[in-house]
């Protein structure tokens, strides 16, 4: 437990093209005004650096009426208010639309973050794969965190503190081999 970045797969090499950069500059931007949103807020960006998709949802989910050919290859990034990590559903959408890369911000005890998925060597793992592994690596997880506290190698403050969502999303990459990590920005 503990760790903050971490993924199964391996993204591709290369160098990184003059739009590449033009797309992650113009997703940073986006992530910087919504990651304090109260609701989700998210932005679909397609691989030629177009905003197909900009929408406003509730505190709990937002929802982006774009096909899985509109999706493919693209960027979708949005806010989580909570801070959390992602959702199951979040990592099928990735799936079924094989976007590029998805995306979640957030703040958590005034520190922002940044998670991102991305598929690996063989692409997304299937939905059924992803909501299977996902389920009992966070039944393991908190379990875990439970033994933990009652037998004393876990402090309250580590109880509280531990992101489930985080933990198992890294168990789920490495099992399903796909890229997943989340960092401070």
């Not at 437990?1 to 986006?30: A, C, P, Q, T, W």
């Not at 505190?59 to 959702?87: A, C, D, Q, R, W």
């Not at 299937?126 to 402090?155: H, M």
């Amino acid at each position: 437990m503990g760790r903050s970045s971490g993924g199964g797969g391996r993204g591709g090499g290369g160098g990184v093209s003059s739009l590449d950069k033009k797309i992650s500059n113009m997703i940073l931007e986006k992530e910087s005004s919504i990651y304090r949103n109260k609701r989700e807020s998210a932005y679909v960006i397609d691989s030629n650096g177009n905003v197909i998709a900009d929408k406003v949802g509730t505190k709990n989910g937002v929802t982006v009426y774009l096909s899985n050919e509109e999706m493919n290859g693209s960027v979708f990034t949005h806010n989580h208010p909570g801070g959390s990590s992602f959702s199951t559903n979040d990592i099928c959408v990735a799936s079924k639309g094989n976007l590029k890369e998805i995306r979640a911000v957030g703040e958590v005890d005034g520190k922002r973050y940044i998670y991102s998925a991305k598929p690996g060597r063989n692409g997304w793992p299937t939905r059924n794969a992803i909501a299977n592994a996902y389920n009992r690596y966070q039944q393991e997880v908190k379990n875990e965190l439970v033994n933990g506290f009652r037998n004393g190698t876990i402090s309250k403050s580590q109880y509280y503190k531990t992101d489930v969502n985080h933990e198992s999303w890294l168990r789920v990459a490495q099992e399903l081999r796909f890229v997943y990590t989340r960092n401070e920005f």
